[in-house]
């Protein structure tokens, strides 16, 4: 197995730096002229990208985006799956164009029709029978981890180590050395020690998860069915299943978030797998880029949230902490109803599904060939490879393989050549418009700029 040469990679990093540098002078200087954004970006993640500066968006459509300098790019990023459905799906701007003009109404804190269909699709693809609306997955999990507590009335949640779920304060916790949730490093002004909502465990290890939900205190287990964060860590065998009996046996609710495992299928991890979860939760993608998300809930559920509304202690209607004013509005409903009806249909799955195959199968070529220490993982629709083999087990063997710069050469050599690849991490996701061709050229160019690592 050859090892990683790091004067090498600083060679060629620096190489790449210098390009990304020259080939982009106009988002460099709109960057520049930022000063009245905080971080110089509309939001302070977009500084993640790597090269010191992030690409300015001129226009995009399908798989590609285009650059203020002209440059454009066969999108795998794909607004880290906001943009799931391809950017601008026909069918949602016509849907969203109808909204926003003949029919107007964008957002009125009336119900539409739009959200009646959009929650009897949400109950055939993922099973569950009630449904509400938000305007982000964050807000979806936020809520929902309410009426868990609210429903079990228990305080706390348990998550896995490295999980994301968006900026919901309970889940930026680590297991600490004294059995105690510990705040995650870099977490922002905690409102409480995490240790007080939180209880957290390590992915595919059902032991630790059992020790937690021992305590007694545990309202809902929050996880993905696959860790999607800190790379894909997929699950093992029974772990799934492992989790369901868990929170079953220990009076726990089993939150699902598919906000990114939505890639698995039609039905998300959900259906392919047979899952049983007491709350789900989705968003990003399923409004094809229109800010939307939703949970769902079992009637066991409702009719626990129900006896304490009907008694007055906790309030669903008014200000009770749970609703957003935007929620569920018109415009959302109507480009929920046409994405999921028209763009990430069955057929679209089973194509994008077919792609994912060949990206990762080649990736695996290269690896192989060089004997590169790297793997890859996918689900459904996505792929992502990671700096060490075989596949981390769990988020914190997975956070331990990350590595600042060869992430950073490798997202930057790929921008050069017209490639993007998700800046968080090294993820690959196809949408209905992602073609063979882009996959084989991604295959070519990974197994160019690996090879000038390691060949
Ligand atoms: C699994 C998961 N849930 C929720 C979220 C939050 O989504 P949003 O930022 O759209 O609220 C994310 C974001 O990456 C996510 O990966």
Not at 220 to 249: H, K, S
Request: hydrophobic residues 40%; aromatic residues 8%; proline residues 5%.
């Amino acid at each position: 197995m050859p090892d990683l040469d790091r004067s090498r990679l600083a060679e060629l990093l620096a190489a790449e730096q210098e390009e990304y540098t020259a080939r982009h002078p106009r988002s460099r200087e709109l960057f520049e002229q930022g000063s009245n954004l905080f971080g110089r970006v509309p939001m302070t993640w977009m500084n993640k990208w790597s090269g010191g500066f992030p690409l300015y968006l001129d226009h995009a459509r399908g798989n590609r985006i285009s650059d203020v300098d002209g440059h454009t790019y066969v999108d795998f990023a794909l607004g880290d799956t906001g943009a799931m459905a391809g950017h601008s799906p026909r069918a949602t701007v016509e849907a969203v164009g109808r909204r926003m003009g003949d029919l107007g109404g964008i957002t009125t804190m009336l119900p539409t029709a739009d959200a009646q269909w959009v929650g009897e699709e949400l109950t055939r693809r993922f099973g569950l029978p009630l449904w509400s609306f938000t305007l982000s997955a964050t807000d979806a999990n936020r809520w929902a981890v309410r009426l868990a507590r609210l429903a079990t009335g228990r305080p706390k949640v348990l998550v896995f180590a490295y999980c994301y779920h968006g900026s919901v304060d309970e889940a930026f916790a680590l297991p600490g050395v004294d059995g105690k949730a510990q705040s995650r490093p870099g977490n922002v002004a905690p409102p409480v020690p995490l240790d007080l909502t939180t209880r957290a465990a390590t992915w595919n290890d059902l032991e630790s998860v059992e020790r937690e939900l021992a305590h007694g205190d545990v309202a809902a287990i929050l996880t993905e069915p696959a860790l999607t964060n800190i790379g894909i860590v997929l699950p093992e065998p029974g772990f799934l299943q492992g989790l369901r009996d868990l929170a079953t046996e220990h009076g726990a609710l089993l939150m699902i978030d598919e906000t990114h495992t939505f890639s698995a299928g039609w039905g998300g991890a959900t259906r392919e797998w047979e899952l049983e979860p007491d709350i789900f939760v989705i968003g990003k993608s399923i409004g094809g880029g229109i800010p939307c998300g939703a949970y769902g809930i079992t009637d066991e559920v409702a009719a626990a949230v129900t006896r304490h509304t009907d008694d007055g202690d906790a309030d669903i209607i008014d200000v009770g902490g749970v609703g957003g004013t935007l929620a569920g509005n018109a415009l959302s409903t109507a480009a929920m109803r046409a994405t999921l009806d028209q763009v990430l249909t069955e057929d679209a799955f089973e194509r994008m599904g077919d792609l994912a195959i060949a990206f990762a199968d080649g990736v695996q070529a290269t690896l192989d060939e060089l004997d590169v220490p790297w793997s890859i993982s996918r689900l459904g629709a996505r792929a992502e490879y990671r700096f060490t083999r075989p596949a981390p087990r769990t988020g914190e063997e997975s956070a331990a393989a990350h590595d600042d710069d060869v992430d950073a050469y490798m997202h930057l050599a790929m921008c050069n050549r017209g490639v993007l690849m998700t800046p968080f991490h090294n993820m690959a996701l196809m949408c209905p418009d992602t073609t063979r061709a882009d996959v084989d050229r991604h295959t070519a160019l990974f197994r160019e700029v690996v090879g000038a690592l390691f060949g």
